[in-house]
């Protein structure tokens, strides 16, 4: 396939933003899945605007094929608490990001991608996120959609914060329905961390993650490699959040992840 195919996509997402990060990884790897996007001459990078795709997919499809993967999620759970089980999306099997994969000795500890609680399910936020998704062909722009009142997975630094705030759960000031969420970032920042990297190799504390960015042109297959910041030689710049709860104390519930902090450039 020759190279003139191919297209610049830029998509608008924060760096400093996990949830965008997230989005991002799993945009590229539904680009990579795809026969016709030029899977050996594609690549991609971020930029000071954000992520650039260079692929042989028009934006649309692009969406139109991340709009019915996220569609097809679906949670089995598990034995146990809610956070057990697994993600499936059709007949592909995932992985679960709210368990630890290493092996821990003494008190029981929980992924810090696990900031759900009490009546929350994985199922019930993906039911929510996804009913309030609008397709690409009934959205202006389908990766920033607004949406109010469903559930988020804490990833995304801008959601709930009026709440969180304030030192409480919006559950509890039946506030919910202020809240913004964004469906799209939402599901695919789940997918990405369920299918497309091994995000619990993140972590690097109890309840911190890191991640590293891009600067300069890889192939796609390399992404899940260069964001937990396995390759070396390349321009990156390396970001660590740490989640947060309620000002009331630290518990389980209602984490987030606030706007990542910029650790190391090289």
Known sequence: MSSDRLVELSFPLDERNLADVLSGVALIALAAKNSDGGRIESECWWSDNGLVLRTALKEKF?????????????????????????????????????????????????????????????????????????????????????????????????????????????????????????????????????FFATVQAWQVGEAAVSYSIWLQPISLCLVPYAVAGRLDGFPARRYRTTTRGAAYGKGAAYRFFPEAILEEQR
Do not use: M
Not at 72 to 88: K, M, Y
Not at 108 to 118: G, L
């Open 62 to 194: 692009l969406f139109q094929t991340a709009d019915e993967f996220v569609r097809r999620l679906n949670w089995v759970p598990g034995i146990g608490s809610a956070e057990q089980g697994t993600f499936v999306a059709g007949s592909e099997i995932g992985c679960n990001p709210f368990v630890l994969l290493a092996e821990t000795s003494g008190k029981k500890k929980t992924s810090p991608f696990k900031t759900f609680s009490a009546q929350v399910t994985p199922q019930k936020l993906l039911r929510d996120q996804q009913q309030r998704l609008l397709s690409p062909t009934h959205s202006k722009s389908w990766l920033d959609q607004l949406a109010r009142g469903a559930g988020s997975w804490g990833f995304d630094c801008r959601v709930g914060s009026h709440a969180y705030d304030l030192g409480f759960s919006s559950n509890d000031d039946d506030s919910g329905d202020l809240d913004p969420v964004y469906p799209a970032i939402e599901l695919l920042s789940i997918a990405a961390a369920s």
